[in-house]
């Protein structure tokens, strides 16, 4: 409108109040990240008007200085466009940052490592493993409920017998039960996190949500498969003169040893790329194997006639404080896995908020500075 009027003091006056605001933004200390972004967009869009309008008023030194001034705004914007998010951010990043740190409106943007990431990352897989924890609580106490029931499957003849008949085993023999049958797949599970190559809390839980499930699904089961094989084994040793051994059972062998397979399988489904879909497949298949053999045991143990009832009343028996045990280890786990959650919160020093770096987070405050200094720098060359 003041190019139309053809008023220059006017249109100066306006020139010298842009440019003082423009420096104000650029000069301060405070402002977030969207104050500087809509300085920086204002101050981008206003210069082609402006050097229009001093065109229009013949005023060719402030129309060459604002011409500049505009292609080196649209430069700093080409360089923008050309910046992509890091791909670490969503493949070991957390829940968190995968919501807040967007591309970056900053040529300088700050550098994000994996020992940035890795904080959120572990608070987020010790949340979903407390999470797994009272989940595995809930599975065992239905399977101990379950073995406590079954006594009542035969008469009171059997169920006193089978009291009795469960007394047979020693105490080395309760160390197997337990030992193997409840402490082995945590071991099993917790010893994937050793190896690099196998450990799923290297990459985020969006990333890795699918493979850490199924190892925990893996370790639940096979505290449940596992104590099933160790008891009727130990119980044979002990009552076998009596008729209560059994077979081979190369069956829940094979369901145990797909169990065993498939944590690590699971660990391996995961790359740069993502997870591995053909890997993910043959770990299903072990997952699936396992399932089957333990619907299969216990479709037997229901259906089966009364000629094995008692082996297996007193087989039932075992497993209910063998069932229990697992439901400490996992009661034990869930406060554990909370105070590690914390510790890795407290540790986390992308996400933040510090008198040092005010913002919604670290990486805000830096990318704030970042594209600060980039105003200064645009606007100085003027000087």
């Given at each position: 409108q003041l190019a139309a009027d053809g008023d220059r003091d006017g249109f100066l006056r306006l020139l010298s109040d842009w440019e003082r605001f423009t420096r104000v933004m650029a000069e301060g200390v405070d402002g977030t990240l969207v104050d500087l972004l809509v300085a920086i967009v204002v101050a981008g869009a206003a210069t082609e008007a402006l050097a229009e309008a001093a065109e229009t008023l013949d005023l060719e030194a402030e129309a060459a200085r604002l011409s500049a001034l505009k292609e080196r705004f649209d430069e700093r914007k080409r360089e923008i466009e050309g910046n992509d998010r890091s791909d670490s951010i969503e493949?070991?990043?957390?829940?968190?940052?995968?919501?807040v740190l967007m591309r970056p409106p900053t040529i300088r943007a700050p550098e994000i490592t994996d020992d940035d990431l890795k904080p959120g990352r572990m608070a987020d897989h010790r949340m979903v493993a407390r999470v797994a924890a009272i989940n595995g609580w809930l599975i065992l106490g239905v399977a101990a409920a379950g073995a406590a029931c079954y006594r009542f499957r035969g008469g009171l003849l059997a169920r006193r017998l089978s009291a009795g008949f469960a007394k047979l085993l020693r105490p080395v023999d309760w160390l197997w039960i337990i030992g193997a049958g409840i402490v082995c797949p945590v071991l099993i599970y917790g010893g994937t996190h050793h190896f690099p190559a196998l450990r799923v809390t290297d990459w985020s839980v969006k990333t890795s949500m699918v493979p850490a499930a199924g190892q925990?699904?893996?370790?639940?089961?096979?505290?449940?498969?596992?104590?099933?094989?160790?008891?009727?084994?130990?119980?044979g040793l002990?009552?076998?003169?009596?008729?209560?051994g059994s077979g081979k059972g190369w069956w829940g062998l094979a369901g145990m040893a797909a169990g065993v397979l498939a944590i690590p399988v699971l660990g391996l489904?995961?790359?740069?790329?993502?997870?591995?879909?053909?890997?993910?497949?043959?770990?299903?298949g072990l997952l699936l194997i396992l399932q089957i053999t333990l619907l299969v045991t216990g479709g037997r143990a229901l259906l089966s006639g009364r000629e094995r009832l008692l082996r297996r009343a007193t087989l039932s028996r075992i497993l209910v404080p063998a069932y229990g045990c697992g439901m400490l280890v996992t009661a034990a786990a869930v406060p554990l896995f909370h105070a590690d959650e914390k510790r890795w919160i407290a540790r986390d020093r992308l996400m933040e908020i510090t008198a040092e770096a005010p913002g919604f987070n670290r990486y805000e405050y830096e990318v704030t500075q970042a594209m600060r200094g980039e105003l200064r720098e645009i606007l100085r060359a003027d000087d």
């Open positions: 493949l070991r990043g957390s829940v968190i940052a995968n919501l925990f699904t893996a370790t639940f089961l096979l505290m449940i498969s596992l104590p099933v094989i160790v008891g009727r084994w130990r119980l002990r009552g076998g003169a009596v008729g209560l489904a995961l790359s740069e790329k993502g997870p591995d879909e053909p890997t993910l497949y043959l770990a299903a």
